[in-house]
Each structure stands twice: as structure tokens, then as C-alpha cells.
């Protein structure tokens, strides 16, 4: 079995689902090549992707989740959702709550990326406290979507919700080229002892990991050796990442393919159950 805890998806209705991007324009990937959700399981099943974790398309929707709410809602079976709040907002907690009801079970704090490109400072702002207690009340992971200059930031806030488990989307997207002992990601690697961490490998990483001096080799079985396949899932990004849901995922098995079946089994499926357990009762 196979589990996507990273695609999104995109509603070519536009007066129902209005766009509303972070930062103000929309991303290029959900104007040119939207997926809606019943693209999504048609290119799940051509892929063979049992179950997904939407993730909420925050360079379209911003913090509107209504999209992939009701996406779980008519799928049930084969959707979970991962939805995005403004935790600095003081009413952080009740459309956390809101969402949660909807039965998303996951929330992603955006703070850098296609519409952001430089890092937020606010990923450790107390005002964002609230937000992130009301995460570890309802038991619900966090996703960080970001850079390696946030990393100390990030350090903080794992150190006071330990009970809160941060999935780090793209391993923040740490340089590889310079190869073995990849000191570019030595940011990401310190991170290692915090249990509460786990890390969302993409096509992205894999092609990263193929740069330079960097290959799949050697990088892989290293990051194994310091997180642990059972603190690292597989997500497609799909369709930010172009390409076909298959294509990504065969990429993706391949550069995997010098690992255990084990450790393989753990980064497309279980790990992915670890952090959202109501897959696995679909």
C-alpha cells in the first residue's frame, strides 16, 4: 500500500472555492495545471496511491479550506485533510476547532515558498502560542512548509510542544550538492533528537538529492541513519511537481530503491499512518 501525505487539489470553481492566495498572486502550478479532486483519484488509482493527506493549496485558497473539506467529505474513504489557519490571529483556535470538525486532521503553517519567497519571521512569535496549544489539545500534527533560516525558530517551538508532532515539509529544502557528509543540510540533521520531528520527503528532495556531489546512495541511506524511516513519509506535491502522479511516484521508488523494504515500506505507508491514523480505518 501507498499513502500521499503531499498532494493538493484545485476546484475550477472559482465562485464557489474563490481564490484567495498567501501573498496576493496565485502560484503558477495551480493556475496552469490544477488537479480537481476527482482528477485526484483517477491519478491516484493510475498510480496505485491507495490514500492521500491533502494538503491545503495555501498559493490558492490561503486559509480558506472548504475545498479540500469537502473533498473529504465526498471521499472519505480515500482522503484525509491538511488544512491552514492564520495562528497569529486571535481566533487561531477556533477555526482550528472549525476544521477539525470538518474532519481535517492536520494543519500547515506556510511561511515561505512559491508566493512567499522569503522566510516569515513569525514561525516562534508567541502570538501563535494558542494555535499551537490548541494543536497538541486536539492531537493533530503540524506541517511547516519553510526554509533552513527558520530552522533555529523551529528549534524553539519543539522544544516547548514537545507533545506536538511537526512534519517538515520538503526537509526545508536543505542544499545537497555538496555530497557526503552533506553539511549544506547539517541544519536539518541537528534536529534529529528531537522525537516530535518528522521530516516529508518530495520529488523535490529527490531531485536535490541527484545534484552535485549529492546522490541517492549516499544521501538516503544517511538520512535514514539519523531520523529513521519511521519519523520520514513520502509525499508527491503533486501537482506542484510536474509531471504525472505515477511518473512522480516512480521517480520517487526508484531513488528510494537503495534502502530496505523495510525503511520503503515505513517512508510510502506507515509512517504516513503514524501521523494520520484515520487512514488506516478507511
Known amino acids: 500500500m501507498t499513502i500521499d501525505i503531499h498532494p493538493h487539489v484545485i ?22 495545471r490544477p488537479v480537481s479532486m ?47 489557519v492564520d495562528v497569529l490571529a486571535p481566533d487561531a483556535p477556533d477555526k482550528i476547532r472549525y476544521w477539525v470538525g470538518r474532519n481535517l486532521t ?21 502570538r501563535s502560542f494558542p494555535a499551537w496549544e490548541c494543536a497538541s ?21 519543539l522544544e516547548r510542544f514537545q507533545n506536538v508532532r511537526v512534519i517538515l515539509d520538503h526537509l526545508a529544502k536543505p542544499t545537497l550538492s555538496d555530497g557526503p557528509p552533506y553539511a549544506g543540510a547539517s541544519d536539518v540533521f541537528r534536529l534529529a533528537d528531537y522525537r516530535n520531528l518528522y521530516l516529508k520527503l518530495t520529488p523535490r528532495t529527490v531531485a536535490e538529492a541527484q545534484k552535485g556531489k549529492a546522490t541517492h546512495a549516499t ?12 519519523r520520514i513519509a513520502w509525499g508527491s506535491n503533486y501537482p506542484a511537481s510536474e509531471g504525472t502522479l505515477p511518473e512522480l511516484l516512480k521517480v520517487s521508488q526508484a531513488a528510494l530503491s537503495v534502502l530496505s523494504a523495510e525503511d520503503r515500506y515505513w517512508i510510502f505507508a506507515r509512517t504516513a499512518l503514524t501521523l494520520y491514523p484515520v487512514l488506516a480505518g478507511k
Open 11 to 32: 476546484s475550477t470553481d472559482t465562485g464557489r472555492y474563490p481564490n484567495a492566495p498567501v501573498g496576493g498572486h496565485k502560484s503558477d502550478w495551480s493556475r496552469e
Open 38 to 84: 476527482e482528477q485526484m483519484i483517477a491519478a491516484m488509482d493510475q498510480a496505485g496511491i491507495a490514500k492521500s493527506a491533502l494538503v491545503q493549496a495555501s498559493t490558492c485558497y490561503g486559509h480558506d479550506n472548504s475545498y479540500i473539506a469537502d473533498a473529504v467529505a465526498a471521499h472519505p474513504n480515500r482522503f484525509t485533510g491538511v488544512f491552514s
Open 106 to 126: 492536520g494543519m500547515r503553517l506556510f511561511t515561505a515558498g512559491s508566493t512567499m519567497p522569503n522566510q516569515a519571521d513569525w514561525v516562534d512569535d508567541p
Open 137 to 157: 489539545e486536539l492531537g493533530i500534527p503540524v506541517c511547516m512548509q519553510m526554509t533552513v533560516k527558520a530552522l533555529p525558530q523551529l528549534t524553539h517551538m
Open 219 to 230: 544521501f538516503f541511506p544517511f538520512l535514514v541513519s539519523k531520523f529513521g524511516a519511521s
